[in-house]
């Protein structure tokens, strides 16, 4: 099977301590990490673990405001499978009656792969650590 259209198994997951490792990389810091694992257990968001042949390779968490559907957090990497174009219908067929899609990202190689499927940079968010600032 094409390493782009290879079936892999998708499964609602609970928070716990495996997903949060998966998507750990995610993350620019632990307190996002904990604010995404909150919305999970409180039934704010939902999380999915990801197999390839019975190995974990990456997990994803989704919620909906309003009528936009949220990729809150997606991690993982497949080592026989290219995860984008293998996981993005499953994604987005889970926002049925949604009228658009929305996710953040601080890499800009993400933003311009997700440009060929459609998606469309909507705003630039810049920030200044102050704390490690030179005056």
């Known amino acids: 099977m094409d390493k782009n259209t290879k079936a892999l198994s998708v499964s609602p997951a609970g928070w716990g301590e495996a997903l949060a490792e998966l998507l750990a990389p995610a993350f620019t810091s632990e307190e996002a990490l904990i604010g995404v694992g909150r919305q999970v257990v409180e039934g704010l968001a939902s999380a999915f673990i990801v197999e390839d042949e019975g190995e974990l390779v990456a997990a994803f968490v989704l919620r909906v405001d ?18 984008i174009p293998a996981l993005l219908a499953s994604i987005e067929a889970r926002f049925y009656g949604c009228s658009a899609i929305r996710f953040h990202t601080a890499r800009p190689g993400l933003a311009r792969v997700m440009q060929e499927y459609g998606y469309v940079g909507q705003e630039v968010v810049m920030r200044k650590d102050l704390t490690k600032a030179v005056h």
């Open 66 to 83: 309003d009528d936009e559907g949220v990729v809150v957090a997606a991690s993982g990497s497949g080592q026989n499978v290219r995860l």
